[in-house]
């Protein structure tokens, strides 16, 4: 059964910084496609950051210059980070990792990730103050 769990979660004033980080276990295929999803109160979920093995990207508008993704998969568990910089109160939202062994591009899944088979880790949250 894989499972994702995030954390690194937590509250900062605008400006500062979080690194999330997400560990996958009972992942048994060597294709994947990763990425980080937020959704904040009253709104829709949305894509943030997405990254496949080959370590091509796809970011959301709203985060790019200031979020960086990044995976390792060296040893034989799985972590995905997300580093994000210069934070602000838009930011504000529960983080979510998701996966999906779906040969897709990151593009397609930062938009659709519930229609590629993604598994999800329960969330860690972010709150900015400004």
């Known amino acids: 059964q894989v499972q994702l769990v995030e954390s690194g979660g937590g509250s900062v004033q605008a400006g500062g910084s979080l690194r999330l980080s997400c560990v996958v276990s009972?992942?048994?295929?060597?294709?994947?496609?990763m990425g980080w999803f937020r959704q904040a109160p009253g709104k829709e979920r949305e894509g943030v950051a997405c990254i496949d093995r080959d370590g091509i990207t796809t970011y959301a508008d709203s985060v790019k210059g200031r979020f960086t993704v990044s995976e390792d998969d060296a040893s034989n568990t799985l972590y995905l980070y997300l580093q994000m910089d210069n934070l602000q109160p838009k930011d504000t939202a529960m983080y979510y990792c998701a996966l999906t062994p779906r040969d897709v591009e990151t593009k397609a899944f930062i938009l659709n990730p519930p229609n590629l088979g993604a598994h999800w880790g329960q969330g860690t949250r972010v709150t900015v103050s400004s």
């Open positions: 009972g992942y048994p295929h060597s294709n994947y496609v």
